[in-house]
C-alpha cells in the first residue's frame, strides 16, 4: 500500500530479551519518526531520523533503546534487555520533509514483555 | 514543562449531533496544532491543522478554533456519525532542530450511539 507500514503488528516477548520493530515509511518521504504510546496515553516522541541520520535521539529513554535508518528509508527500533515496562505500542510516522506539517503514522507494533 | 491536554476524557453523543472536543496548551510560543483521530488498532490519522495565525479553519464535516488569549483550542464535529467514534488527540507542533516535534495531550475518547 501507500502508507507507512510496521512489522510485526504484534510482538511478545519475554524479560530481557532483544527486539526489533521495522517502519516502512511512505515512499519518497526524507524524514521519519519513532513514538511509543502506553495505554491511554497520547504518542511520545522516541526519536527523529533526517534521511540516514538522526537527527534528534532525545526521546529514547535510555541506552537499551537504539534506532537505525541505513539507507534513508526502512527504518528499525532495536530494544535490548526488555522490561516489562517497555510495553506499549510503538509507532512509526513519515513525512516528506523535515518540516512538513503532515506526519502520516503507521498502525504500531503493540508490544508486550512478559 | 510544555504539555497539551485535554478536558474531558470521553464524550459521548447521539448519532446526528454535533461533537465538540476541548484541548488546552500551556506553551504560549507555539504556533501550529494538529487534531489526529486513532481508531482502535491503528495509528493517528490527520483530520485538521490550524496556524497561530488564525482563529477558525473548516474542513469537510469538521472546524478547528483556536483561542490565543486562553490556549485553548477545540474541534467540532458536524452530524456525527458512528464512524467518528475514536480516540481525538490534539498535537502541539514544537519547532526545534528544523523538525516538526509533535507533542500529544492524552486524548478525548468520542462515543457515537445510534
Known amino acids: 500500500g501507500a502508507g507507512v507500514s510496521q512489522t510485526p503488528s504484534n510482538k511478545v516477548t519475554e524479560k530481557g530479551k532483544y527486539v526489533e520493530l521495522r517502519c516502512d515509511p511512505i515512499s519518497g518521504h526524507t524524514a521519519l519518526y519513532w513514538y511509543r504510546q502506553s495505554l491511554g496515553q497520547g504518542p511520545e516522541f522516541l526519536i527523529y531520523?533526517?534521511?540516514?541520520?538522526?537527527?534528534?535521539d532525545s526521546g529514547l529513554p535510555n541506552d537499551r533503546f537504539f534506532a537505525v535508518r541505513p539507507e534513508g528509508s526502512v527504518s528499525t527500533l532495536k530494544i535490548q534487555r526488555t522490561e516489562r515496562g517497555d510495553s506499549a505500542v510503538y509507532l512509526c510516522?513519515?513525512?516528506?520533509?523535515?518540516?512538513?506539517?503532515?506526519?502520516?503514522f503507521g498502525p504500531g507494533t503493540r508490544l508486550t514483555v512478559l | 514543562g510544555e504539555s497539551v491536554g485535554l478536558h474531558l476524557p470521553t464524550l459521548s453523543v447521539q448519532e446526528g449531533d454535533n461533537s465538540i472536543i476541548n484541548c488546552a496548551y500551556s506553551n504560549s510560543a507555539s504556533d501550529y496544532f494538529i487534531w489526529y483521530k486513532q481508531e482502535s488498532g491503528k495509528g493517528p490519522q490527520f483530520i485538521i491543522d490550524?496556524?497561530?495565525?488564525?482563529d477558525k479553519r473548516q474542513g469537510q464535516r469538521v472546524t478547528v478554533l483556536l483561542n490565543k488569549t486562553v490556549k485553548h483550542l477545540s474541534l467540532q464535529i458536524a452530524a456525527t456519525q458512528p464512524g467518528d467514534s475514536a480516540v481525538y488527540f490534539c498535537?502541539?507542533?514544537?519547532?526545534?532542530?528544523?523538525?516538526?516535534?509533535?507533542?500529544f495531550g492524552a486524548g478525548t475518547r468520542l462515543a457515537v450511539h445510534p
Open positions: 498535537a502541539e507542533i514544537a519547532f526545534s532542530g528544523g523538525y516538526n516535534k509533535l507533542i
Open positions: 531520523f533526517q534521511g540516514t541520520g538522526a537527527a534528534d
Open positions: 510516522a513519515s513525512s516528506l520533509f523535515a518540516r512538513t506539517d503532515t506526519q502520516y
Open positions: 490550524i496556524r497561530s495565525n488564525m
